[in-house]
């Protein structure tokens, strides 16, 4: 069971970066975890969606080689933060090679606020109908507060510790229950 994890943001100190490599330690036996950087993907553009950027292409490749995606992402201005978007938005051209459809996903989304990034996965939650992603309703991951939870580039608080490797889990789970269910491509 491969889960890809991408979504993280690209600063240094980044709180859903942390919360990404804490998967890695949180995840179950048998389930390996890729942290996947997408900040090398460039701004979209649909002119190139017949000759995809290299770096294009290697995030097609990985998430075509994984069982499973894992989103861990902040929120940015109430919805889902622009590179990470704009690396989805790419990932999914040409409309016949969406490397999404069928793929069973999750997402765990962080703020610093009281909501945890909730207005930002539920957009994101809203471009998963088109990109015909599989994905798992619940259980739900929202890290409210992270600056009180991650410290010094780990997260402390054992209840988000808990929470993660539970989520994982159930993705795990989730993923062989419903391998390739949608799948078109
Ligand atoms: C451009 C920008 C917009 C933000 N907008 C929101 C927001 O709408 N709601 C919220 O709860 N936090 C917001 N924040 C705070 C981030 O969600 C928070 O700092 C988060 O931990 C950043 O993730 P990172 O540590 O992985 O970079 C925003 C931060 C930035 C940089």
């Known amino acids: 069971m491969k889960i890809l994890v991408f979504g993280f943001s690209l600063r ?5 970066r942390t919360i990404a490599e804490a998967c890695e330690e949180l995840a179950p036996k ?4 890729e942290l996947y950087d997408i900040a090398d ?4 553009n649909q002119d ?17 080689n994984s069982d499973a995606l894992l989103i861990v992402m902040p929120e940015y201005n109430y919805s889902v933060p ?3 978007k704009n690396a989805i938005d790419f990932a999914s051209r040409p409309h016949q090679d969406n490397v999404f459809a069928g793929k069973p996903v999750g997402i765990i989304s962080e703020s610093t606020g009281l909501l945890g990034g909730a207005r930002a996965q ?14 798992m309703k619940k259980p ?3 890290i409210t507060f992270a600056s009180e939870k991650i410290k010094d580039g780990k997260v402390v608080d054992e209840t988000t510790k808990e929470h993660i490797s539970k989520y994982i889990s159930a993705l795990a789970d989730f993923a062989k229950a419903n391998a390739n269910r949608n799948k078109v491509a």
Do not use: C, N
């Open 12 to 16: 240094k100190g980044s709180f859903s």
């Open 30 to 33: 048998g389930t390996e975890i």
């Open 41 to 44: 993907i460039p701004i979209f």
């Open 48 to 64: 190139l969606e017949h000759s995809m950027p290299e770096s294009v292409i290697r995030f097609k490749d990985a998430i075509r």
């Open 82 to 84: 622009g590179y990470l």
């Open 122 to 135: 539920y957009h994101m939650r809203q471009s998963f109908v088109f990109l015909e992603v599989v994905d």
């Open 140 to 142: 739900e991951a929202f």
